[in-house]
T-cell receptor, first 114, second 116 residues
Framework: EAQVTQNPRYLITVTGKKLTVTCSQNMNHEYMSWYRQDPGLGLRQIYYSMNVEVTDKGDVPEGYKVSRKEKRNFPLILESPSPNQTSLYFCASSSTQRGSYEQYFGPGTRLTVT | AQSVSQHNHHVILSEAASLELGCNYSYGGTVNLFWYVQYPGQHLQLLLK??????LVKGIKGFEAEFIKSKFSFNLRKPSVQWSDTAEYFCAVNARYGGSQGNLIFGKGTKLSVKP
């Protein structure tokens, strides 16, 4: 089944404790992206990747890191989480080839930083 | 820079009422247009999409959207809403450059509450 998976789905952590949220897709998509969703602010893009080893900042990259060493994986790293990073995070992927522009979303990771 | 505006933050309707959610974007070139829906507690799902061709696009669950290029708009419509349509709706746009696509930009979303 074509899907985007994220782990963990729920995470409660403390300020300053490094964490990684994994994202994996099995559709051989070139493009992957991370969003955070906050009430009243919609989805804001954190980072995106057009292909392996190609990443770029979105609208709200501060406090986050990403890497894209393999096509299927796009982990989101919070080196020193802070309470303002408490949010719902979504990973998404899509093909960049002609006629295949739809983004597929993961189930979300709800992060609480205390 | 591209941007997407959704005019209504929260829409409240009674069942069987008609729905129209506005979406405008700012980009002068060729675009792909999407509406996504997020039911309470769930992730985003594609409702419908427009790439080219007939500007009136039909999606799942009786939704449709019309692309009006001159107005840079892609409004979502449904003739008769149901309680189960209660969800948040997001318009999204990305620019197209030849055979590839640019980054996907989302609007802030519109919450739809349907009263039974």
């Amino acid at each position: 089944e074509a899907q985007v998976t994220q782990n963990p789905r729920y995470l409660i952590t403390v300020t300053g404790k490094k964490l990684t949220v994994t994202c994996s897709q099995n559709m051989n998509h070139e493009y992957m992206s991370w969003y955070r969703q906050d009430p009243g602010l919609g989805l804001r893009q954190i980072y995106y990747s057009m292909n392996v080893e190609v990443t770029d900042k979105g609208d709200v990259p501060e406090g986050y890191k990403v890497s894209r060493k393999e096509k299927r994986n796009f982990p989101l790293i919070l080196e020193s989480p802070s309470p303002n990073q408490t949010s719902l995070y979504f990973c998404a992927s899509s093909s960049t080839q002609r006629g295949s522009y739809e983004q597929y979303f993961g189930p979300g990771t709800r992060l609480t930083v205390t | 820079a591209q941007s997407v505006s959704q005019h209504n933050h929260h829409v409240i309707l009674s069942e069987a009422a008609s729905l129209e959610l506005g979406c405008n974007y700012s980009y002068g070139g060729t675009v792909n247009l999407f509406w996504y829906v997020q039911y309470p507690g769930q992730h985003l799902q594609l409702l419908l999409k427009y790439f080219s061709g007939d500007p009136l696009v039909k999606g799942i669950k009786g939704f449709e959207a019309e692309f009006i290029k001159s107005k840079f708009s892609f409004n979502l419509r449904k003739p008769s809403v149901q309680w189960s349509d209660t969800a948040e709706y997001f318009c999204a746009v990305n620019a197209r450059y030849g055979g590839s696509q640019g980054n996907l930009i989302f609007g802030k979303g519109t919450k739809l509450s349907v009263k039974p």
